[in-house]
Nanobody
Framework: QVQLVESGGGLAQAGGSLRLSCAAS??????????MGWFRQAPGKEREFVAV????????YYADSVKGRFTISRDNTKKTLYLQMNSLKPEDTAVYYC?????????????????WGQGTQVTVSS
């Protein structure tokens, strides 16, 4: 079993920054065999892809809505995923979820991810 625990959410003003963290644990979890990503869900909306870090090919991918503002990174020695969010906008307000998927799946799809964190609230005021 794999556990993912997010932290770092909170309240920020538009134009501000926040940094989210996601700590992974579990006997079967290997940082090298899982892609790790961030999704978000705003009230009344579907959960949407934000960013993913695919270790096996060393690539990162972002949703167009966050490209150039958010940066995903991971520290495999600590089994921790990060999301640096800059130039925040009110439309970034959502619950942010960390997720892990075996390498090779479609990273933009919610259904590709086997493990999810409990979510952390990010609220951006105008």
């Amino acid at each position: 079993q794999v556990q993912l625990v997010e932290s770092g959410g909170g309240l920020a003003q538009a134009g501000g920054s926040l940094r989210l963290s996601c700590a992974a644990s579990g006997r079967t979890f290997s940082s090298y065999t899982y892609a790790m990503g961030w999704f978000r869900q705003a009230p009344g909306k579907e959960r949407e892809f934000v960013a993913v870090h695919a270790w096996n090919i060393g690539s990162t991918y972002y949703a167009d809505s966050v490209k150039g503002r958010f940066t995903i990174s991971r520290d495999n020695t600590k089994k921790t995923l990060y999301l640096q969010m800059n130039s925040l906008k009110p439309e970034d307000t959502a619950v942010y979820y960390c997720a892990a998927a075996p390498n090779g799946r479609s990273w933009g799809s919610v259904g590709s991810y086997d493990y999810w964190g409990q979510g952390t609230q990010v609220t951006v005021s105008s």
